[in-house]
């Protein structure tokens, strides 16, 4: 029996001997390694906002003992998003802990790559106020990391004068937060603004934006049917044209036939008068001579005269009829083509 207590007794100091180095990393009254990092967070994350002008997050960060979960659950949700372009890129995927073998040196690599992420701000970079307030951030982030003096509330003795709305326009690429922060600025100029319903700075670039593509789709549109009745206006027109055109020469075609037909009557009509002035001429010349008591050998000369002013007289008279038949058998010539054309 005494010896088994023994080997218990044995195996017991060796198990504690083994357990010890490992789990009392930190001397009695020193913080952990997260409860420092908590610390060195919040002073960071209370210096953000106070240099955004936000200092009424403040109140939202968690900051109890080790907890750096509840410490990153309570900054994710803000509109400067701090945890999305300060902390997460550091704490949680980035790999500054690596071959660092005691907290002190953890702690002031957490403290470089904060400051260094802070400095690369082109706003923080043009404005030399902000950068002393960045430097007093990192003197005393080093300090507390070097020889844990209390951070205390550091933000809060570094209140920026007034809010940067300025932040990264037309220049590199923007530090950590500087997104966030020109947001920030937005929102806080709105809210400044009168409740009159004063318009913002970027309403008119919004109207535009809104309406020019859909009022340029519309005019588009038109142009296109506007182009489109043009053409077909024109079409017709063409056709019309073409068509009165076609009119106006068949009737010119029928007139013209109109006018030789009456000229080949008249002509007809003159040479049937003389071929009938011929055939009296030469009847009365071959008629055979009449009695001697009854009918003298020739017309006498009055007889003559008295035939020629007949035949002229006929010929007068057919010449008139056809001058006053002309017209009517132009106009009925004329009417009847288009319909044979047809």
């Known amino acids: 029996m005494n010896f088994r207590r023994l080997l218990s007794g044995l195996l017991a100091a060796l198990l504690l001997s083994v357990i010890q180095p490992t789990v009392a990393q930190t ?10 990092k908590v610390q060195i967070w919040c002073a960071t994350v209370r210096f953000v906002y106070d240099d955004a002008g936000r200092p009424n997050l403040k109140s939202t960060v968690q900051c109890n003992g080790a907890d750096l979960p509840a ?42 790559a904060i400051i260094s992420k802070l400095k690369s701000s082109p706003a923080r970079r043009r404005d030399p106020a ?33 809010p940067d709305t300025t932040a990264g326009a037309g220049f590199a690429a923007p530090g950590p937060a500087e997104a966030a922060e020109a947001q920030a600025a937005a929102e806080r100029a709105a809210m400044a603004q009168p409740a009159t319903g ?12 809104r309406f020019a593509a859909p009022l340029a789709l519309i005019l588009g549109i038109l142009s296109l049917v506007l182009y489109v009745m043009l053409r077909v206006t024109l079409g017709q027109w063409r056709r019309q044209q073409r068509r009165e055109t076609l009119t106006a020469t068949h009737a010119a075609a029928a007139a013209k036939t109109a006018a030789e037909q009456a000229s080949a009557a008249i002509a007809d009509s003159a040479a049937r008068v003389k071929r009938a002035e011929a055939l009296v001429l030469a009847a009365t010349e071959d008629a055979p001579a ?17 035939v020629e ?10 010449l008139r009829w056809l001058r006053t038949q002309l017209p009517a058998l132009v106009a009925e010539a004329v009417a009847s083509r288009p319909s044979q054309d047809q």
């Open 27 to 36: 001397p009695l009254g020193q913080p952990t390694l997260d409860e420092s």
């Open 290 to 306: 009449p009695a001697p008591a009854a009918v003298p050998d020739q017309l006498t000369p009055t007889q003559r005269l008295e």
């Open 71 to 112: 410490l990153a659950a309570s900054i994710r949700p803000d509109s400067l998003r701090v945890y999305s372009l300060l902390y997460a890129p550091i704490e949680d995927r980035g790999n500054i802990y690596q071959g660092k073998k005691d907290n002190p040196a953890r702690l002031q690599a957490l403290t470089k």
């Open 130 to 162: 902000r950068l002393a307030r960045v430097a007093a951030l990192e003197k005393a982030l080093t300090d507390y990391a070097v020889s844990g003096t209390p951070l205390g509330d550091v933000a809060a003795a570094m209140v920026p004068e007034a």
């Open 198 to 209: 004063s318009e913002k700075p970027e309403t008119t670039e919004s109207l535009l934006n």
């Open 309 to 318: 002013r007949l035949v002229s007289q006929r010929m007068d008279e057919e």
